[in-house]
Nanobody, 124 residues
Framework: EVQLQASGGGLVQAGGSMTLSCTFS????????IGWFRQVRGKEREGVAA???????HYVDSMKDRFTISSDRAKNTIYLQMKKLKTEDTAVYYC??????????????????WGQGTQVTVSS
């Protein structure tokens, strides 16, 4: 069974930083790409960044200046480091696996597995 567990969300002031973690089980690094998406209330879910099954890293262009995706393969964990946060970054952040690289460009419709999401709130 595929499981993705995101953590690390919370409240942060604008201009601050936060790092999210996502630990997975039920698949290996070479089975699926894995990545981060977010959903602002009232808007569609959108891609942030992903690591493909071959280890290459992909970003949505608007995200790459302030967001960094990384991984710890020994821990089956990916991270999303977010800096210079803005109030508009307030969203539920999801980790996901399978179909994620294509989803960054084309939308999340084909993503195979979703984690439960973690709320990030950026206050002004």
């Amino acid at each position: 069974e595929v499981q993705l567990q995101a953590s690390g969300g919370g409240l942060v002031q604008a201009g601050g930083s936060m790092t999210l973690s996502c630990t997975f089980s039920g698949f290996t690094w070479t089975d699926y790409g894995i990545g981060w998406f977010r959903q602002v209330r009232g808007k569609e879910r959108e891609g942030v960044a992903a690591i493909s099954a071959d280890g290459s890293i992909h970003y949505v262009d608007s995200m790459k200046d302030r967001f960094t995706i990384s991984s710890d393969r020994a821990k089956n964990t990916i991270y999303l480091q977010m800096k210079k946060l803005k109030t508009e970054d307030t969203a539920v952040y999801y980790c996901a696996a399978g179909g994620v690289v294509g989803a960054l460009r084309h939308g999340p419709w084909a993503v195979l597995h979703w984690g439960q999401g973690t709320q990030v709130t950026v206050s002004s």
